[in-house]
Nanobody, 128 residues
Framework: QVHLVESGGGSVQAGGSLRISCAAS????????MGWFRQAPGKEREAVAT????????YYVDSVKGRFTIAQENNKKTLYLQMNSLKPEDSAMYYCAAEPWSSYGRCMAAAGATFTYWGQGTQVTVSS
């Protein structure tokens, strides 16, 4: 069992930055794949970024490439999403997800259904 808790969300003006975090507990092994998903009102949940933990190979949705960075803390217990040059379209509830028994291909495919554990979410609001 893995428990995930997000933090660091808030309100920021367009062009600003936020770093959100995901703390993992309940299992000494964080997982083979972790990621960030987001869902805005009237929109389907979408994958933002995923990371294959062993190799640090990463997936980013096109809309955040060059602006967002997913990273794992050295102790492997915390996952970060550094969000720069934020846009109003980035406003959403951001969820952390983990899959201990993932594969590289599934991790990079970033399908929400392939992730077992989810956090409660942290709200990010970007104003213009």
């Amino acid at each position: 069992q893995v428990h995930l808790v997000e933090s660091g969300g808030g309100s920021v003006q367009a062009g600003g930055s936020l770093r959100i975090s995901c703390a993992a507990s309940g299992d000494t092994y964080t997982g083979t794949c972790m990621g960030w998903f987001r869902q805005a009102p009237g929109k389907e949940r979408e994958a933002v970024a995923t990371i294959w933990l062993g190799s640090d190979k990463k997936y980013y949705v096109d809309s955040v490439k060059g602006r967002f960075t997913i990273a794992q803390e050295n102790n492997k217990k915390t996952l970060y999403l550094q969000m720069n040059s934020l846009k109003p379209e980035d406003s959403a509830m951001y969820y952390c997800a983990a899959e201990p028994w993932s594969s590289y291909g599934r991790c990079m495919a970033a399908a929400g259904a392939t992730f077992t554990y989810w956090g409660q979410g942290t709200q990010v609001t970007v104003s213009s």
